[in-house]
């Protein structure tokens, strides 16, 4: 994911180097601080960077970026704070996974509160609407050849493996076929649905089959506390399946292959070795799935084989082989390069990955299509167009009358383009909404509220969303599984529009949707020419591009803040949280966010929020850590880091206050939910702005720091920004050659194919 809890510290077990130290210029090489006093006297140096969204390499190959939070605090964010495992085992994943058990607490500890939770809802919500998606999937007569679970005996599925294993030119059995879509752009509408999603709750497991698992935990010496979240996970018969095959307790987010290995030797004895075929095929699917927090949909065959050899597996290509004739993963395969002639074989990569994540790609691809061939004329919105604020705003909507679907690309500026064609639509009496990542005013709503029918315009009969444009900002946040659920809500001939900016941190979950539909080009694309103003604007604009430029700042815009250790990095933090900024700007402390790399270390956000705490709002913490007037991050679900401020705390609960809504946390769910927030990450920090940043670079943050971080975190400023900065010359060099790791996908095939079998069906 990234993810908040993925990347978030792996940096100290990254595989791969992290790469040259740069060499870049000297101190001016960074924003040059306006020469003068700086906020408070500090002087001038240069700005900072950490992770990358999606890691690209291999599932064993730890993400470097200390804050792939993902900014939930439950995946994403989701705490995965960042301190390294001491474990000794490969941290493949691990970046992820460590994350995961930290948000997860001691192993299993968060457990589903008895009463619904707005997670709850809104997690089964999207429930619901997978459920959806995959009975209109089983509707459909003919599969998707590229990305459809190879058909014919286990026997051909092994041996494709193993060609493309050894170098081999693979048959033509098994690759002879396009992979383009049979589909057509426009399928035929699918059944009538509910009007809307209805919240389910899983049953709670039995008592007597959380104490049947607890058996099981005692003799292979497991802590007990598992039983529950045990039971849970795997369902009926949690006991006979943890008895006969000890490694599905790699079902617990909390618990790692090492941890589960131990518990099976107990329970089954010296047999229980590393190449037990119960044992590879459930770490194929825990890597897939650790593969899948760090942002990959799939894995190409070769690199999952080298994570299984990590793991000590003796037989990594056996290994595989077998979850695939098990039927336990999928195999694609996608081709390279352009189409060749007929009669000559097309080169192919093979793919290894989960159903869930391939059926929502799938989804999602046929959606997109399907809104852009059901598109059922141009509207006359020259009129709009002619009075819309600028000429980039007018070519949006120029763009939006005569087309379904449409991407849209810009900085912090470009978003009143897309409110501009949303008031646009509505003079002409349709029915327009924009959706955010975050709470973006009056007239937006959250993507996680439309999906979950809290906001918005409601459901149809047919469980679509009643309206006629959706434009959907911060689109690259949007995972895979997020986006096939909008997509499949949205009607048949409304116009959809994907807005963002390309440079920030990706999505906390699975996918790059908005960069594969950008890559992909089966859609009209209009590129923003509103530049962010001001010297914040020239900075960020620079960091885009590879470029940390000095600014002239004469307003003191931005202030670098150099500083030797970590310790002085958090004073400078406090004192300018607490006195500079205020003085200088008039800006209230409340308005000021520190962002830092990640949540652990001696300058996370867990040593800057308890300094800040100690500093804005002393107290013994008496409601599980937090006193009333605390400003808190409340992470509903992964991926979504939402600030609020506690109000007070009963048995009900810890109340909050979040832009003037009253919520409760269920007191089981705070300690995974609810983390203080005068410092986050830039993950958590991504769809949201503050009057004035502060951004902290520790010196151990170096290898933490990435191009897309630092135009993230810098980019959060709307008036100020000061940079604490302890990095040297890992800054520019970060910007300049440390880019976003990439991610394996196949929603952009997934497009092109769909898009040229609608060419041919023409």
């Not at 089981?668 to 203080?676: D, G, I, K, M, N």
């Amino acid at each position: 994911m990234s993810t908040d809890r993925q990347a978030e510290t792996e940096a100290t077990a990254a595989e791969e180097p992290a790469g040259a130290q740069a060499d870049s210029g000297g101190p001016e090489a960074g924003p040059a601080a306006p020469h003068g006093e700086a906020v408070d006297g500090e002087q001038g140096a240069e700005p900072p960077v950490p992770g990358s969204g999606g890691d690209g390499g291999s599932p064993a190959e730890p993400e470097a970026d200390a804050d792939a939070e993902g900014d939930g605090e439950g995946e994403g964010d989701g705490e995965g704070e960042g301190e390294p495992e001491a474990e000794g085992e490969p941290e493949t994943e691990a970046a992820a996974e460590a994350d995961a058990a930290e948000s997860a607490g001691p192993a299993g500890e968060a457990q589903a509160a008895p009463a619904l939770t707005e997670a709850q809802a809104e997690l089964a919500a999207q429930k619901v609407e997978r459920e959806r998606i995959a009975r209109r999937k089983a509707e459909r007569e003919a599969p998707v050849e590229a990305g459809a679970k190879l058909s014919g005996k286990a026997a051909d599925l092994l041996a494709a493996v193993r060609a493309v294993e050894s170098g081999e030119k693979p048959p033509a059995v098994y690759f002879d076929e396009a992979p383009a879509a049979p589909r057509r752009p426009a399928p035929a509408p699918a059944a009538p649905r509910p009007a809307a999603p209805a919240p389910v709750t899983a049953a709670a497991p039995s008592a007597d089959a959380v104490e049947g698992v607890r058996a099981v935990l005692a003799r292979g010496g497991a802590p007990e506390a598992l039983a529950g979240p045990a039971a849970a996970a795997l369902g009926e018969g949690a006991a006979e399946q943890l008895a006969e095959n000890p490694w599905r307790l790699l079902s617990l987010p909390a618990v790692r292959p090492t941890q589960a290995d131990g518990f099976a030797r107990s329970l089954l004895g010296p047999g229980a070795g590393p190449g037990d075929e119960r044992r590879t095929t459930v770490l194929v699917g825990w890597l897939l799935a650790q593969a899948g927090l760090k942002g990959h949909t799939a894995l190409e065959a070769p690199v999952l084989e080298k994570a299984l050899a990590q793991y000590g597996v003796p037989d990594p290509a056996g290994a595989l082989e077998q979850a695939i004739a098990d039927g336990s993963v999928l195999v694609f395969h996608e081709p390279l390069g352009p189409p060749v002639e007929e009669g000559e074989e097309q080169p192919v990569r093979l793919l290894v990955g989960l159903e869930g994540a391939a059926m929502a790609e799938e989804s999602l691809a046929d959606g997109l299509a399907r809104l852009a061939g059901t598109f059922g004329g141009t509207a006359d919105w020259e009129q709009a167009a002619s009075a819309a604020p600028g000429p980039s705003a007018a070519e949006l909507i120029r763009t939006v009358a005569g087309h379904g679907l449409v991407a849209h690309t810009g900085g912090e500026a470009a978003r009143a383009e897309a409110f501009a064609l949303v008031a646009a639509a509505r003079e002409l009496g349709l029915r327009a909404w924009p959706a955010a990542h975050s709470p973006a005013g009056p007239d937006s709503v959250t993507v996680a509220g439309l999906l979950s029918g809290a906001e918005g315009p409601g459901r149809d009969a047919d469980g679509q969303f009643a309206l006629d444009l959706l434009v959907v900002l911060d689109a690259p946040q949007l995972d895979v599984e997020t986006a096939a659920a909008l997509v499949e809500s949205v009607p048949d001939g409304t116009r959809l529009v994907l807005s963002g900016d390309p440079g920030v941190l990706g999505s906390a979950g699975a996918g790059r949707v908005f960069a594969d539909v950008l890559a992909a080009r089966t859609c009209p694309q209009v590129v923003s020419r509103t530049p962010d103003p001001g010297p914040l604007g020239e900075l960020v604009s620079g960091v885009g591009i590879g470029e940390l430029n000095q600014v002239d700042a004469p307003g003191k815009e931005v202030v670098i803040v150099p500083v030797k250790d970590a310790g002085e990095a958090v004073h400078r933090a406090v004192q300018l949280v607490a006195e500079s900024v205020p003085r200088a700007f008039g800006i209230p402390a409340d308005s000021v966010q520190v962002i830092t790399p990640g949540h652990g270390g001696s300058a996370g956000t867990r040593a800057l929020n308890a300094a800040l705490k100690e500093r804005l709002n002393p107290g013994p913490g008496r409601f599980g850590g937090f006193d009333p007037g605390d400003r808190v991050v409340h992470v509903p679900s992964p991926g979504r880091a939402l600030p609020a401020r506690v109000v007070s705390a009963d048995a009900e609960g810890l109340h909050l206050d979040r832009a003037g809504a009253r919520i409760v946390v269920p007191k089981e769910l705070v300690e995974s939910q609810v983390r203080h927030g005068w410092a986050v990450t830039a993950h958590q920090a991504v769809g949201t702005r503050w009057p004035a940043v502060v951004v902290v670079l520790p010196g151990d943050a170096a290898q933490a720091l990435s191009r897309d971080w630092v135009y993230t975190a810098f980019g959060r400023a709307e008036r100020h920004l000061s940079v604490v900065h302890g990095v040297d010359q890992a800054l520019p060099h970060a910007v300049a050659e440390v880019l976003p790791k990439p991610r394996t996908t196949r929603l952009a095939g997934l497009l092109k194919a769909l898009a040229t079998a609608g060419e041919q069906a023409e």
